[in-house]
Nanobody, 124 residues
């Protein structure tokens, strides 16, 4: 499966953005999906910020209550709705696909396919 993330941009603190991850080659309904991020000057976070695997959604503490993951199987697209954005959310965001039942859902090594990333910048 090929993944392409888009929808990033510049937003003020407190604002919202919706990221999309368009898939091709195979349907995303066959995969567990996750979103990771990499802040400027830092390595990619070692834990997923939000994931969907085998019907279970996981949220990292840093985004719980503000971010939501969803998918549209008809459009073969994964979404990340981000509300109440903070400057510390500034990062390149990556979508990833792995096994449908992904025991390693929180770890980047649990994912086999990655999108190219989309930049999100939150100004204070």
């Amino acid at each position: 499966v090929q993944l392409q993330a888009f929808g990033g941009g510049l937003v003020q603190a407190g604002g919202s953005l919706r990221l999309s991850c368009a898939a091709s080659g195979r349907t995303i309904s066959a995969y567990g999906m996750g979103w990771f991020r990499q802040a400027p000057g830092k390595e990619r976070e070692s834990k997923v910020i939000i994931s969907w695997s085998g019907g279970v959604t996981y949220y990292a503490d840093s985004v719980r209550g503000r971010f939501t993951i969803s998918r549209d199987n008809a459009k073969n697209t994964l979404y990340l709705q981000m509300n109440a954005l903070k400057p510390e959310d500034t990062a390149v965001y990556y979508c990833a696909a792995g096994p449908y039942y992904n025991r390693a859902y929180s770890n980047p090594r649990g994912y086999d396919y990655w999108g190219q990333g989309t930049q999100v910048t939150v100004s204070s």
